[in-house]
C-alpha cells in the first residue's frame, strides 16, 4: 500500500551569485493561452506592484535586501552624523561617521559570507488537507567551513492568497554541518497548489537589514479535500434490508449446510450435536455475503455565480463524507464525474486507502461548465482542453442537452448516488439513480430523495 504522504526529495538548490538561467515559455498562437499569459502577467503587476515586481527579479537583483526597523534607525543616525561632520568639520564626528558605516558595510559581508555555499533540499508531503497545518522539513548543507548563523527558509507566495505558510529556521550551522529547517503551510482551498519557489535568508549579524536568495523552483501539492461527515438524517438510508447473499460458500452469518471436519477449521464452526449423532466431527458452512457496490454520481457544476473552483469546497467535502459513509458500511464505492471516475473498491481493514483515492479525484475537479481562472496551476496543454470543454458543457446545458458521464468499471450491480446542488436543477444527466442527495452550494445537505419510494406511495394512494 502507498503511504498516505509520499516525500517530495527535490534536487539540491546550491546558493551562487547568480541565478541559472530562467527558463522562458515558448510562443504559441493559440488565443486562449496568448490570453492566459496576458492575464497572469497584468494580475502579477496589480498585486506585487511594479517596484516589487521589479525587486523580485533574480536577473537584475540575484540578491534581495530589505532594511529592518533598526537599519534605518542606523542609516538615519549616519546621515546626521555625515550632515553635522560637514557642516562643524570635526574629526570626532568625522571618526563616529565612519565607525558607523563600517558597521553597515561589515553587517553586508557577513550575511553574505552566512549566505553563500549552502545547499537546500525539499522533504515535502506531496498531498496536503485543505485548513490543516503541515510541516515542511528542508535539509540545509553547509559546504563552507565558516559557520552560517541565524538562517531562515521559507515558501515563496508572490502574493497567493490561497495558501498560508511559515518560515522555518537554522540558528547555528557550523561548517560542513547538515541542519533542518521546519516550516508550515495551511491550504485555505481545495486543488493543485504551486508555491512561486524557496527563500534563503539571514539577518545576521546585526539585524540592520534582511538579506535573501529567491531560487524559482516551485513546489507543488494537491490538496485534498476535507470529509464533512454526514448528519443523522443519512442514517436511515443505509438501512435497506439484510445484505445480499452470494452462491459461494464463505464467512458469513446464513447457514448453507454441513461437512465433515476438515483440519484446521475453527472450533466455533464444529456442530457438536450432529457430530455426536453421526459418531464423526461436523463443521457447519455459511453463505458469504456478496460485496454491496455503491457508485456516487457527482454533478460538479459552478453551485452559484461564483466561478471559481473554490465554490466546489463544500460539495466536495460532503461526497467525501458521504463515500466514507458507505465504505464503514461496508460498500464498495466508486466514485464517476464529468472529468474522471474512481472504480468501486471496498476497505475491509479500514485503511482508509479507498477514500484517500477518492480524495484525490475530488482534489481535481473544476465547475464543468465554468472555464478555470488563469492562474490555475495547470499547464498550458491541460489549461486550454478544460477550457474548451468547459464551454461546451455551458452550451450543451443552455440547449437542455444530458452531460455524460466518464465511463467506470462496475462489476454487478451498484446502487447509484446522485449528489446534486438544488441551485442546478437545469443541469441534466444521463443515466438513472436509486438515492438523489441534494446539497446547498455550501454543500450542506438539502436533502435526500428515493425516486422508488416515491413512486411506491404513489401508488399505494
Not at 508572490?158 to 516550516?183: I, K, M, N, T
Not at 491541460?382 to 443552455?398: N, T
Amino acid at each position: 500500500m502507498a503511504k498516505p504522504a509520499a516525500e517530495i526529495a527535490r534536487q539540491r538548490l546550491r546558493v551562487s551569485w547568480r541565478s541559472p538561467s530562467r527558463q522562458t515559455n515558448e510562443k504559441t498562437t493559440d488565443p486562449l493561452l496568448i490570453e492566459r499569459h496576458r492575464a497572469l502577467a497584468s494580475a502579477r503587476r496589480r498585486r506585487m506592484g511594479f517596484w516589487r515586481s521589479l525587486g523580485r527579479s533574480n536577473r537584475l537583483f540575484p540578491r534581495k535586501l530589505v532594511v529592518t526597523r533598526e537599519g534605518k534607525w542606523i542609516i538615519g543616525i549616519a546621515i546626521l552624523l555625515g550632515a553635522a561632520a560637514v557642516n562643524t568639520g570635526n574629526n570626532l564626528l568625522y571618526l563616529v561617521l565612519s565607525l558607523t558605516i563600517s558597521v553597515i558595510a561589515v553587517s553586508g559581508m557577513l550575511s553574505e559570507w552566512c549566505l553563500r555555499d549552502l545547499e537546500l533540499r525539499r522533504h515535502y508531503p506531496r498531498e496536503l488537507v485543505h485548513g490543516e497545518a503541515t510541516v515542511l522539513r528542508v535539509e540545509v548543507h553547509n559546504d563552507k567551513p565558516r559557520a552560517a548563523l541565524h538562517i531562515e527558509v521559507g515558501e515563496v507566495l508572490d502574493g497567493e492568497p490561497d495558501v498560508q505558510v511559515r518560515d522555518g529556521f537554522v540558528l547555528h550551522l557550523a561548517g560542513g554541518e547538515v541542519g533542518q529547517a521546519f516550516g508550515a503551510i495551511r491550504p485555505l482551498r481545495r486543488g493543485p497548489v504551486a508555491t512561486a519557489g524557496i527563500q534563503l535568508a539571514t539577518s545576521y549579524p546585526f539585524g540592520f537589514a534582511r538579506k535573501s536568495r529567491i531560487f524559482d523552483d516551485p513546489a507543488e501539492f494537491l490538496v485534498l479535500p476535507q470529509v464533512a461527515p454526514m448528519g443523522p438524517e443519512w442514517r436511515g438510508s443505509l438501512d435497506r434490508g439484510s445484505s445480499e447473499l452470494s452462491r459461494k460458500i464463505g464467512q458469513g452469518d446464513n447457514f448453507a449446510g454441513l461437512r465433515d471436519a476438515r483440519p484446521g477449521d475453527a472450533l466455533r464452526d464444529i456442530y457438536w450435536k450432529a457430530s455426536a449423532r453421526r459418531g464423526r466431527l461436523m463443521a457447519r458452512e455459511w453463505q458469504a455475503e456478496a460485496a454491496r457496490v455503491a457508485l456516487i454520481r457527482f454533478v460538479h457544476v459552478a453551485p452559484g455565480s461564483d466561478d471559481h473552483p473554490r465554490a466546489l469546497d463544500g460539495g466536495c467535502a460532503r461526497v467525501a463524507g458521504l463515500c466514507q459513509a458507505l465504505l464503514q458500511a461496508g460498500f464498495a464505492v466508486g466514485l464517476q464525474t464529468l472529468d474522471g471516475c474512481v472504480a468501486p473498491v471496498a476497505d475491509p481493514t479500514g485503511q482508509g486507502e479507498p477514500l484517500r483515492d477518492i480524495r484525490r479525484a475530488l482534489a481535481q475537479l473544476l465547475p464543468a461548465d465554468r472555464p478555470p481562472p488563469a492562474e490555475w496551476p495547470l499547464a498550458d496543454a491541460d489549461w486550454a482542453d478544460r477550457v474548451r470543454m468547459a464551454q461546451q458543457r455551458a452550451a450543451a446545458i443552455a440547449h437542455g442537452q444530458p452531460l455524460t458521464w466518464a465511463p467506470v468499471a462496475v462489476q454487478g450491480p451498484a446502487e447509484v448516488y446522485l449528489v446534486r446542488f438544488v441551485s442546478r436543477q437545469d443541469v441534466a444527466v444521463a443515466g438513472t439513480f436509486d438515492a438523489q442527495v441534494l446539497l446547498n452550494t455550501d454543500g450542506s445537505v438539502a436533502g435526500i430523495e428515493r425516486p422508488a419510494l416515491r413512486n411506491l406511495a404513489r401508488g399505494a394512494a
